[in-house]
């Protein structure tokens, strides 16, 4: 398994930490737009460990820094698609900059081509 298949996996099952780390493998060696790409999901993953842990202002601005990063790509960029997390990630940080908590039941899911 790819180390960007591994961090949808661990994203996926809420092991946000995990999947920064495996990204952050890919990300150190990796350079231009897919180097920003990766940035984006270390902060998007970043900003959910934030939102476990009940840190809402870390999540806040990992938030909009993922956002800021992953935008200008189109939502399959390098085989994942996004579109759905992004959507509810927006949605997240609105809630949680409103002092809301948010259900891990609620989160969305990262998809690979083909998977």
């Not at 984006?40 to 959910?48: M, P, R, S, T, V």
């Not at 399959?76 to 809630?95: M, S």
Request: glycine share 10%; net charge neutral; hydrophobic share 45%.
């Amino acid at each position: 398994m790819t180390p960007l298949a591994k961090g949808v996996e661990l994203f996926n099952a809420h092991h946000f930490w995990h999947a920064h780390e495996a990204w952050e493998e890919i990300w150190l060696t990796s350079s231009g737009g897919e180097k920003t790409f990766l940035q984006g999901l270390i902060q998007l993953a970043a900003a959910y460990h934030h939102v476990q842990r009940g840190t809402f202002r870390g999540a806040i601005r990992l938030f909009d820094a993922a956002f800021a990063k992953l935008d200008p790509f189109p939502p399959g960029y390098a085989g994942v698609d996004r579109a759905n997390v992004i959507e509810v990630a927006r949605g997240h940080r609105t809630r949680i900059s409103a002092g809301e908590k948010i259900d891990a039941r609620e989160y969305a899911k990262l998809t690979l081509d083909g998977g």
